[in-house]
């Protein structure tokens, strides 16, 4: 089986190592060169792979000719360098969020399509297998007809000052928003991978512990075209913060925690609490995943329409939250 050429776009992202680390370990890859808006960053991690580095990323797709990029760039540069990787043919792995709007969601999906290129983005919770699981339970109308959902996803990044070093975490203009976007993204498209499309949302995003100049902490109630209600809470002010996924149906209630997925439900006459053996995994991640979809040529599992989608509902989170109304959907 033929190898994949290789790059990474940036390391401004704190996941950018990982996955720098997973194109190095990665057997079906060679891992063929770094571009950094920063140089110095670019060059120190171009040397640890023993890659080169290029300063240009034009120059580098140019020289190079990968078959994919890691874009691992501040979100506003999303958009940029999506177009130039889409004209050099160049399948895409997006760090979430996709963009910062709908709008520049829009862009990265028509040049992707017109170039006819791969790309997805890094929504790594559906790939977890408790989540997968909870999917099929779902799917399975084990749960019945699924009336509410809770997602939380946090941690204490804003308490314990994590991006002192990438501060473009805390530049609404770099970032498009805060701890709320950062985390809640993924909270928004499980939601919306669990329940179906949503139809409305109304919200309140705030800054709480004001470590930084930018939101830290978000609540959302999403209603969905099924008639669910979904809760999401992301932030970075929760100290040992628990992920959370709770499902209630009227047939059963399904609990993701750290203990360990549980499911409430009638087996053979009998209510009670069970945990569900032989989880599906899906794949490692969505980057794996992509490769494997270039390879085989099929479509990723987590699409650029998946990205828009949740980006759509944390856009209209921040809408709700600063003017004070619900706002519907699409937008």
Wanted: proline residues 4%; aromatic residues 8%; contains cysteine.
């Amino acid at each position: 089986m033929r190898k994949l050429k290789a790059v990474m776009v940036s390391f401004a992202h704190v996941h950018a190592p990982g996955y720098a680390e997973q194109l190095a370990r990665d057997q079906r890859v060679d891992f063929a060169g770094v571009y950094d808006e920063d140089e110095a960053r670019g060059k120190g991690y171009a040397q640890r792979y023993g890659v080169p580095f290029h300063s240009d990323l034009a120059s580098m797709l140019e020289k190079v000719k990968p078959d994919l990029a890691v874009v691992c760039s501040p979100t506003r540069m999303h958009v940029e360098h999506a177009k130039l990787l889409a004209e050099h043919g160049v399948h895409a792995f997006f760090e979430k969020p996709l963009a910062r709007t709908v709008k520049e969601c829009d862009e990265i999906i028509s040049a992707a399509s017109k170039a006819g290129v791969k790309a997805t983005v890094g929504f790594n919770a559906r790939f977890d297998p408790a989540n997968a699981a909870a999917k099929a339970v779902v799917e399975r109308g084990e749960l019945g007809r699924v009336f509410t959902a809770r997602v939380r996803i946090a941690h204490s990044g804003a308490l314990d000052r994590w991006f002192e070093g990438p501060r473009w975490f805390a530049d609404i203009e770099l970032a498009g928003g805060g701890g709320f976007l950062d985390l809640g993204v993924h909270g928004a498209d499980l939601l919306r991978w669990l329940l179906g499309e949503a139809r409305g949302v109304a919200a309140r995003v705030a800054n709480l512990s004001g470590a930084y100049p930018i939101d830290d902490f978000g609540v959302a109630v999403i209603e969905f075209e099924s008639g669910s209600v979904g809760v999401l809470e992301a932030g970075w002010v929760q100290r040992a913060g628990d992920n959370l996924l709770e499902l209630y149906g009227d047939r059963g209630t399904l609990v993701r925690s750290p203990g360990g997925l549980r499911v409430y439900t009638e087996v053979k006459g009998v209510w009670g609490w069970f945990t569900p053996v032989n989880l599906p995994r899906l794949g490692s991640n969505t980057l794996s995943d992509l490769i494997d979809a270039v390879l085989v040529d099929r479509e990723p599992l987590v699409t650029l329409r998946d990205g828009r989608a949740a980006t759509e509902i944390m856009q209209a989170a921040y809408i709700s939250s600063s003017e004070g109304r619900y706002v519907r959907l699409p937008l």
